[in-house]
């Protein structure tokens, strides 16, 4: 999904109508390789007339058509990406305990194939591995 063009095929697709909030909240979905919280999607899209509420309805909105995924719920926080696209998040995620930031950790699915009836379970489900990332490792201690 790279153009406006492609943009407006899927909301239209989905009886979304096609506003400038729900394109600039898809454009930064799209442009985006790791999950992004309702702030930080806020932040990307900069200074616009439009409130941080018409943001998060329009993220709500995009999920509830199924454009839009919740892939993480670290810190209680909901952070999303595109349903289908090539950053769809279908694999773990890490979240750091001291920088908190969350990392696609996309070669550990293959252990998490399955067979019967866990299979859909496990496919639509989120892993989610919380500790000390490799770079808060490294950095030396107070």
């Not at 769809?88 to 890490?94: G, I, K, N, V």
């Not at 990392?103 to 000390?132: F, Y």
Request: glycine fraction near 4%; proline fraction near 6%; charge should be positive.
């Amino acid at each position: 999904m790279s153009t406006d063009v492609d943009v407006q095929k899927i909301l239209k697709q989905t009886s979304l109508r096609v506003t400038a909030p729900r394109l600039a909240v898809l454009r930064v979905l799209a442009s985006s390789k790791i999950p992004l919280s309702n702030t930080e999607v806020i932040e990307r899209i900069g200074q616009t007339d439009w409130d941080p509420a018409t943001i998060y309805r329009n993220l709500i909105k995009l999920r509830d058509a199924g454009i839009a995924r919740v892939v993480s719920r670290a810190g209680g926080i909901d952070r999303y990406a595109l349903a289908g696209s090539q950053n769809d998040h279908r694999h773990p995620h890490f979240i750091c305990e001291k920088c908190d930031q969350i990392t696609c950790l996309p070669t550990v699915t293959t252990s998490m194939k399955t067979d019967g009836p866990w299979e859909v379970a496990l496919e639509t489900a989120m892993i989610q591995l919380r500790g000390t990332c490799p770079v808060c490792l490294a950095a030396p201690h107070p």
